[in-house]
């Protein structure tokens, strides 16, 4: 079962920052935040995750709020590449075998 | 970059025939997975595979479903008697471990058409 909330989708000017929320309310102390994107019928491509500190890579930035319960991927200069549907998955401790993908945000990077 | 291959890339069959899926996961990785996605529907997990044998599978993974690694490099997904609710986006992961604090790494999938 899904422990995150995400807006159906967004659009986002291309050269600009995108912003994706997620809530994840009931996340516990030791489960990660993923974040995934699948371009059309691609296979789901891994970003980042995290803990508990903000995490930066090549691809994108992921902010956790201190108590946790919510994260914001960053994509920092968004291009029409990045039009996708972004999961935010929280692997739970009991269920760590696999990534559960909910309906997630579509992202539509526009010109 | 290293990344996971799938083949075929898409596939049709009759319904009842067999179908095998097939994947390279990459090379140091121990872990593997297959999910599947329905047109327009959500990514569903299936199985997870370690250590020549199934981990976990979930409740769409049933007695038409087998996995396998029968070398050292492949991992296949078999259909045994396909249905046309089979048709479907077919992803193989492979991860380096299993512990929370590690990505999966998914293949481009094999589109299966049962007609």
């Known amino acids: 079962d899904a422990k995150t909330t995400q807006p159906t989708s967004m659009d986002c000017a291309e050269g600009r920052a995108a912003n994706l929320p997620c809530n994840h309310s009931?996340?516990?102390?030791?489960?990660?935040v993923y974040w995934y994107r699948q371009i059309h019928s691609q296979g789901p491509q891994y970003i980042i995750h995290?803990?508990?500190n903000n995490e930066t890579n090549e691809m994108a930035s992921l902010i956790i709020t201190e108590d946790r319960k919510s994260s914001t991927l960053i994509l920092p200069h968004a291009t029409l590449r990045d039009t996708a549907v972004y999961y935010c998955?929280?692997?739970?401790?009991?269920?760590?075998?696999?990534?559960?993908f909910g309906s997630g945000t579509k992202l539509n990077v526009k010109p | 970059e290293p990344e996971v291959t799938q083949t075929p890339s898409h596939q049709v069959t009759q319904m009842g025939q067999e179908v095998i899926l097939r994947c390279v996961p990459i090379?140091?990785?121990?872990?593997f997975y297959w999910y599947r996605q329905i047109l327009g529907q959500k990514v569903e997990f299936l199985v997870s595979?370690?250590?020549?044998?199934?981990?976990?599978k979930s409740e769409i993974f049933d007695d038409q479903f087998s996995v396998e690694r029968p070398d050292g490099s492949n991992f296949t997904l078999k259909i045994r008697s396909t249905k046309l609710e089979d048709s479907a986006m077919y992803f193989c992961?492979?991860?380096?471990?299993?512990?929370?604090?590690?990505?999966?790494?998914f293949g481009q999938g094999t589109r299966l058409t049962v007609v």
């Open positions: 595979f370690y250590n020549n044998e199934i981990s976990e």
């Open positions: 090379s140091n990785h121990l872990y």
């Open positions: 998955i929280v692997r739970v401790a009991n269920n760590f075998n696999k990534f559960y």
């Open positions: 009931t996340i516990s102390g030791n489960e990660y």
């Open positions: 992961a492979s991860s380096e471990g299993s512990d929370m604090n590690t990505e999966a790494f």
């Open positions: 995290g803990l508990k």
